[in-house]
Structures are given as structure tokens and as C-alpha cells.
């Protein structure tokens, strides 16, 4: 278990969810033992490296579905009460869609922070279930042949129930004590900018995170006399690639997206292939996508999606040339971190 406090609040019929790891000086895992949503309803979990431990009451009344936790009596940041965690660069997590996506994140944050001896990050995590249950799936290349139907699909969600569910988990980190918000999540980012607004402290925004770390690569362009071109792979392609093209655009990069063909014949089948658990299929597919946009004079290909990002093995020659958006989500996050609390200690 971890080496510090935690938080958790839950409704009769919660999710499973099991962490085993150990937060220390030392280093740190995370992993997930099992976990189960279908029964899932909501969640708000919170983890730091203080030894005393922190366990919120369960109303009888249990939790609403838009809502994780009572923000006026919660001991958590309540109106009444000073907030959980008083540390200058405590990051808020808000989950998204998938738990496993969240749960790689926070390994990453966990793992990477407390390199070298150094003391991990503190965090809290806020996850529900919500969003993935009013969505049909996570994999859509299964289910959608086009790409303005993924759109047309967030548009047609309750908009308003999701941003207001969204917003108040990232209101509950904030008077919990959190510094700066990430929702490392790519289709919660569809409603970043409802989500982001009014927001106390800073909320990192995954394209932006991406586009800069491009920018300070100082990549030059493949081909003679063009910008450096940037490639986006995803299974959902229009909702990813909407708010990549402007962060990107923005730094005088050029996006290349998959063109139809390329969609229709590798990466909605890897999908379905990987829907089949046909791991070789699936891998041989992302491959041929990823080779068809090196073919076009692309720098970089950022894989946008929480399913292409584990089919190829670490060692394998093409992940040189990708960027896992949640891995530099994860290294703004520390970077933000270790320079917050470097300016608090010398002040």
C-alpha cells in the first residue's frame, strides 16, 4: 500500500479499485491489482507522502452522480474548513473516460517526480465513471466509420451534465488544496475551455504541454523549404486532433492528419482488431498508419490515443519518433512542480 495518507470517498455500489505500490524517498510504483466500472458510480481518491491518514465519512444518503462529494461540508476543502493539503505544489488529477489512462498517469507523476531519491509529488485524484457510461465507447473505431460522427456524438452528449460534472470535480480539487489541474484525459479536453474556466490555479491543457515540447526540440523540417510537420494518430481523430491543430498551428508547426483511406483501412481496423484482443493485428495496423505519415514528411506523430499507446514494445524504432501526449502532460506537471516549490523554499 502507500507510504502515506489517503482519502476516499465512494457510494454503496463503488467501483473496484485496488492500488499497490509504495510512495517513498526511494522511488515509487503504482499498478493496478483489479478494477471493475460497470457497477461504478463515483469516486474521489487522494494520496500524499504525510504519514497521518485521512478517511472521509460516507453519507447514507450516498453520492450524486454529478457530483463527487459535498463541497460545503466535505472535510476535504469544505466551506468551514481549511483545505486537505497544504503543500505549495500539490497537483489536482481529474480522471477521464478510462481509469487505466489515469492510473498510467499518475505512475508516470509518481514515478518520474521521485527520481533519485527526491520526494515524490503530492497529489489528488478525482475520478467518476459518468462520462465513460454516457459514452458508447472509448475504442469508436469500432463504431464509427467517420470522423465528423465522432464529433456530431460529443455534440449530442448532455454537454451542459458533463461540464457541470467536470467542473465540479475540478472546483473540489481546488479547495482540497491543489495548485494547478490536470485532466489527463483526451476526450475531456472536447470541454476544457468550459471546464478551465474561472479556475483559481493553473490548468495545464494537453496540446499546449504537447506544442511545447515540440517547440523546445527545435526540430527541422524533413523536407527542404517546409515547416516542420507534425503528424496525429488517433482513433478519434477529429475530437483529438481539434484542439492539437491550434496549440500547434500556433507555434508554426504543420499538422498532418490521416487521410480517409489511411483511416478506413489501418486505424479503424487496428482498432477493431484490438477490440478482438488481436494483438498482432492490431500492432501490424498502427505500424503501416504510422509509416503512411512518416511517408508525408512528418517530424513527429503524437499518438492521441489511450489504445495505440501500449500495442508497440518500448524498444521499437518508431516510438522514437512519437510523442505520448499524457507523458508530457505528466513532465509539465513535475516541471511545474519542482519550480513551484523551488520558489517557495527560497522565499
Known amino acids: 500500500m502507500f507510504d502515506g495518507s489517503m482519502a476516499m470517498r ?3 455500489s463503488s ?12 522511488g515509487a510504483h503504482l499498478k493496478t491489482r483489479s478494477f471493475a466500472t460497470a457497477a461504478a458510480s463515483s469516486s474521489c481518491s487522494s494520496f500524499s507522502a504525510r504519514p ?13 452522480e454529478s457530483r463527487c462529494g459535498d463541497l460545503g461540508s466535505s472535510p476535504m476543502g469544505g466551506a468551514s474548513s481549511s ?22 498517469f499518475l505512475e508516470n507523476l509518481v514515478g518520474w517526480s521521485s527520481k533519485e531519491g527526491q520526494e515524490s509529488l503530492p497529489f489528488i485524484v478525482c475520478s467518476d465513471p459518468v462520462l465513460s457510461r454516457e459514452l458508447p465507447s472509448q475504442r ?39 495548485r494547478c489541474i490536470v485532466m489527463p484525459c483526451h476526450v475531456s479536453h472536447f470541454w476544457y475551455r468550459e471546464v478551465s474556466d474561472g479556475c483559481s490555479v493553473p490548468f495545464f491543457h ?26 496525429v494518430l488517433a482513433t478519434d481523430t477529429t475530437v483529438a486532433a481539434g484542439f492539437y491543430q491550434d496549440e500547434l498551428k500556433n507555434l508554426g508547426f504543420e499538422v498532418v492528419l490521416p487521410d480517409k483511406a489511411t483511416m478506413e483501412h489501418t486505424v479503424i481496423p487496428a482498432v477493431e482488431a484490438l477490440n478482438r484482443k488481436d494483438m498482432e493485428g ?30 508497440l514494445p518500448s524498444d521499437d524504432p ?30
Request: glycine share 8%.
Open 282 to 311: 492490431a500492432t501490424t495496423l498502427l505500424r503501416i498508419a504510422m509509416q503512411v505519415l512518416l511517408v508525408r514528411a512528418v517530424n513527429r506523430i503524437i499518438l492521441a490515443s489511450h489504445d495505440m499507446r501500449g500495442l
Open 140 to 178: 469508436w473505431g469500432a463504431s464509427y466509420s467517420s470522423q465528423t460522427a465522432i464529433r456530431n456524438s460529443c455534440s449530442r452528449l448532455d454537454r451542459a451534465g458533463l461540464v457541470e460534472n467536470l467542473r465540479h470535480k475540478r472546483v473540489f480539487l481546488e479547495r482540497s488544496g491543489a
Open 83 to 104: 483545505p486537505a493539503f497544504a503543500q505549495a505544489n500539490t497537483v489536482g488529477v481529474i480522471g477521464g473516460v478510462s481509469a487505466g489512462c489515469t492510473l498510467n
Open 318 to 347: 518508431l516510438l522514437k519518433k512519437c510523442i505520448d501526449p499524457m507523458d508530457a502532460l505528466a513532465r509539465s506537471t513535475i516541471e511545474w512542480a519542482k519550480s513551484t516549490k523551488i520558489m517557495h523554499t527560497s522565499t
Open 206 to 231: 494537453l496540446g499546449e504541454c504537447v506544442a511545447k515540447e515540440l517547440k523546445s526540440a527545435n526540430l527541422r523540417p524533413v523536407e527542404a523549404g517546409s515547416n516542420v510537420r507534425i503528424g
Open 15 to 26: 467501483c473496484l479499485l485496488q492500488l499497490v505500490g509504495g510512495v517513498n524517498s526511494g
Open 52 to 64: 497521518s491518514s485521512l478517511l472521509l465519512p460516507i453519507e447514507k444518503k450516498g453520492v450524486s
Open 10 to 12: 465512494f457510494q454503496a
